[in-house]
């Protein structure tokens, strides 16, 4: 089930909390790029990002806004 806009996934160590399940938050990250990719429409993608920000909690929230608008650097990192 999806949360709706304002509500907070919740993030504790819980066992039926799957956002503590190991690589929980990075299966989602990926979900959302791999939806991305094969989504046509802006406005579908749009609401895909937004859907994604209100579900994540931070510091991940921010991770992800940075990988999707190239602010990451790795400078240990070069490109091939």
């Keep these: ?3 709706g806009r304002g509500e907070k996934v919740p ?7 799957p956002a503590s399940a190991p690589g929980a938050l ?3 990250f990926a979900a959302l790029v791999d939806r991305l990719i ?5 406005n579908a993608k749009l609401a895909l990002i937004a ?4 579900a994540t ?7 992800a806004l940075e ?3 190239g602010g990451l650097d790795f400078p240990a990192v070069k490109s091939a």
């Design 1 to 3: 089930e999806r949360a």
């Design 11 to 17: 993030r504790g160590g819980r066992a039926d909390d």
């Design 26 to 28: 990075m299966q989602a």
């Design 38 to 42: 094969y989504t046509t429409g802006r």
């Design 51 to 54: 859907d994604y920000l209100v």
């Design 57 to 63: 909690p931070d510091p991940d929230r921010g991770w």
């Design 67 to 69: 990988a999707l608008t």
